[in-house]
């Protein structure tokens, strides 16, 4: 076969060179046709458009011919010509077939219109479906216009340890990081583990965070943020937690609360509009199949001021509800950490948008945040979404050396494992403030799926590391 320099197929569909001899080459995602003619469309993932080729089976070998079927790799030089009718502008008139890999008859996705469920079982084939083609794009354009935000408004990218001898929050949720021999482990007179001899000579884990390194940097270079695999070993098996996720985190000197919520909302405001401006075929694929208020939630988003509200008045509203009749799983009382079900009431029912809720009681936060003036409160702030409830957490940081000491007394953190971190607060220290955006929680919105394990390539949940 002659060869001719192979065009990609988002590019092809835009060409107007009627008559030029090309190249594809791409995945046959059906066949059809006649005995004198046959349709394959192809497709090879730089669009979810297909290209079709129109094979006339007085010029193409028919035993070739006979072995193109759903999943076939093929290689096609062909004319290109005007199309009439159907969807494309053009598509191919095939003078040469190469097929570059067979595929048979056990192929798993030849059926339409398999269940969410059975793709996860095939994860290693499914972004070879329309549906996770255009998950899969949608994924790496977000990533990019993240980092595009950030960059564009001066915040340095700063990359933070994935193992780590800190637990962050302080629960115990993390993933260990060992050498030692298992089935022979060294332990003290009161049955301890002695980490002594394990690879870094003490414990250690996957980050939960990358928070606290996070700060040490943002009291240098002023603005950063990190965006990387984050690790929790919780055995919570929701629609909304993996065990490994990816999170940005910026972290910001001479913030305080109210510029880390502005900086919040644009930044999510920027993602989703860069999605609407840049990713339409494939959202409007989702649209159509999987959700018909996608576009329209999206627009709407960049379009609304998402309400500001401390979490006191939140419990006011939901204890009101209750009171009314509305009926949660979960009981609601001043104290109580909000489930899902109460940060979706407020989204979706009483605001009707996003919503920022700020100072929660300082017991159910993390020991690094603010605490406000009336003891009890810490100036937390979660930004709660339709749909997801919780995708932003984040605070202003305490920054006064002897609060934050006391508070990490009071908790019992080891001393052992904190010292470099007060001393951000020992030398130098400045106010500050910062938030975790978890990337899969944002691309649930972004996509309108309900599966965080359909929006990353191979997740990781409890009892599941296939791939
Ligand atoms: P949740 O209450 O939903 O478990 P969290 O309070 O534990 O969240 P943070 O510790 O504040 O979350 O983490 C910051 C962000 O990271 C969250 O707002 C969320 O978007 C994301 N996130 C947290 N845990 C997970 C997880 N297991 N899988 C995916 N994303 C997560
Ligand atoms: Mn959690």
Wanted: charged content about 25%.
């Amino acid at each position: 076969m002659e060869t001719i320099k192979r065009t990609k197929i988002s590019d092809l569909l835009g060409l107007t060179t009627y008559g030029a001899e090309v190249n594809v080459k791409g995945w046959v995602r059906t066949r059809r046709g006649s005995k004198q003619v046959a349709f394959v469309a192809l497709n090879d993932g730089s669009t979810i458009k297909n290209v079709q080729i129109v094979i006339d089976l007085e010029k193409i070998d028919e035993e070739l011919v006979k072995k193109i079927s759903t999943g076939t790799c093929l290689s096609v030089n062909g004319t290109l010509v005007e199309s009439i009718g159907g969807g494309q502008s053009v598509e191919i008139q095939a003078t040469a077939i190469e097929i570059l890999g067979e595929c048979d008859n056990t192929y798993p996705l030849q059926k339409k219109g398999q269940t969410m469920e059975f793709m996860r079982s095939v994860a290693h084939l499914r972004p070879r479906t329309n549906t996770f083609g255009a998950i899969f794009r949608i994924r790496h354009n977000m990533a990019y216009a993240i980092h595009k935000f950030f960059h564009d408004k001066g915040f340095y990218y700063f990359h933070t340890p994935i193992i780590t001898a800190s637990d962050c929050e302080g629960a115990g949720q993390m993933f260990q990081v060992t050498t030692m021999n298992l089935y022979d482990l060294k332990k003290d007179e009161n049955g301890s583990i002695v980490y002594d001899d394990d690879f870094f000579g003490k414990q250690a884990s996957l980050t939960v965070s990358g928070q606290l390194e996070g700060e040490l940097a943002a009291t240098a270079l002023g603005a950063i943020y990190t965006f990387g695999p984050t690790f929790r070993a919780e055995n919570s098996n929701t629609p909304r937690h993996l065990a490994e996720f990816w999170m940005i985190e910026p972290e910001v000197a001479f913030n305080d609360i109210y510029d880390n919520m502005e900086l919040a909302e644009e930044f999510i405001k920027y993602c989703v509009s860069w999605a609407l401006d840049n990713c339409m075929d494939d959202i409007k694929f989702l649209n159509d199949m999987f959700d018909k208020e996608l576009i329209e939630r999206l627009r709407s988003i960049v379009n609304t001021e998402f309400v500001r509200l401390k979490y006191t008045e939140g419990i006011e509203i939901l204890e009101k509800a209750v009171a009314d009749g509305h009926k949660f799983e979960f009981p609601v009382y001043w104290g109580v950490d909000l489930a899902s079900e109460h940060e979706r009431y407020l989204v979706e029912h009483h605001f009707k948008r996003p919503v920022i809720l700020t100072d929660y009681p300082k017991e159910i936060k993390a020991f690094y945040m603010k605490q406000n003036e009336d003891g009890k409160t810490v100036r937390a702030m979660d930004v709660l979404f339709p749909k997801i409830g919780e995708i932003i957490g984040g605070s202003e940081r305490e920054a006064d050396y002897n609060k934050l000491l006391s508070r990490i007394e009071e908790l019992g953190i080891p001393m052992k494992d904190m010292w470099w971190y007060l001393d951000t607060r020992r030398y130098g220290s400045c106010p500050h403030s910062g938030f975790g955006l978890g990337f899969e929680r944002l691309l649930l919105f972004v996509t309108g799926m309900s599966n965080i394990r359909d929006v990353i390539p191979f997740p990781r949940t409890p009892n599941n590391a296939e791939f």
